[in-house]
């Protein structure tokens, strides 16, 4: 994507992306680290974008101002493993591993972060294999397997072939969050869409599905402000 720049201090980037469905230049600013996407329409040119970015400047610069803070996790920092605070502490240890109210990580502090982010990968695959597997089986609809990905705007999503996929950041959510997450796509296996019908199959798998389905509306977006990338 082409990106431009927003005169000031500081300079803001902001990513231009073309949508042959768009009808209208839209500005759109994440609630979750900042970026800035400008929507173009197909009948619209990169000049004329630039000109209605430069002009919503101080709406972006004040939605900017309000978005979450990134967490960049490294010894000392405590982020939930399953719904419970976890701090990331540097031990004799091989690889990660959860011992009382800490989570042991090798001692070398660049790699803290990517080796947290392999343990909840590891975590989520063995929680959403179980979850997707019980659920599967209940509806009588088997899938195709699961993958793993860091998506932003969604916790899951199931192919037309039976694959589903999910955010590997459900290991630190509740359990009863995840396994929610896990019965909504398993449900998708019978009802690729999001009618009453699908719903219906959702309430059968997990009948207090609703509760879950608020905790990811209300504290979702906390766990995406995790950067478990090591370079900050």
Known sequence: MTEIWLPGEPPVAVLLRRSARARRLSLRVSRL???????????ASEAEAAAFARSKADWV????????????????????????????????????RIEAAALLVPSDPARAGPRVAAFLKHVARAALAEAADRHSAALGRPHAGIVLRDTRSRWGSCTHEGRLMFSWRLAMAPPEVLDYVAAHEVAHLQEMNHSPAFWSVVARLLPDHARHRRWLRHEGDALMRYDFTGLR
Not at 33 to 43: E, H, S
Not at 75 to 82: Q, R, Y
């Open 61 to 96: 610069r004040a939605a900017r101002a309000r978005a979450a803070p990134v967490v960049p996790v490294g010894h000392g920092t405590v982020l939930p493993v399953a719904g419970r605070p976890l701090a990331v502490t540097p031990a004799p240890v091989r690889a990660a």
């Open 33 to 43: 680290d900042g970026r800035v996407t400008l929507t173009i329409p197909a009948g």
